[in-house]
């Protein structure tokens, strides 16, 4: 592998990075809006893994920094509740303002992705 190899990968990783920084609130906020219960962090964890086909998955200790922003903007709430299987599990849920945001962040980024992808059109692959 060259250097230029190793460069391109990085950046491709450093973009990864950047896009799924801002994409993961949304995804996370989706998940806890359909879910018909309060989901605990690895059942998010392995929700995202699934129904995001791999693509959104990454290590688990990463979205829970993202969680606990979530809450403190007003988005979720949580409670704690004892597991027979371990320690205590913290559940999240989605609150009304959450839903406020889902709905206005899914707007945004259809209309990002439908202009993006009005740019891509044409492009090298």
Known sequence: MTG?????EAQLRKFQKELSAGTVSLALLAVLDRSPAPMYGYQIAK???RVGEGVLSGKQSALY????????????DSF????????????YR????????????????????????????????
């Open 65 to 76: 920094p993202v969680l606990r922003n979530l809450e403190a903007g007003g988005l979720l």
């Open 47 to 49: 929700t995202l893994e």
């Open 4 to 8: 230029s190899d190793d460069n391109g």
């Open 94 to 125: 989605i609150t009304a303002p959450g839903r406020d945001a889902l709905r206005d962040w899914a707007a945004a980024w259809r209309a990002t992705r439908d202009s993006v992808d009005s740019v891509l059109e044409g492009a090298s692959e």
């Open 80 to 91: 704690v509740e004892p597991s027979d299987a371990g320690p205590p599990r913290r559940y």
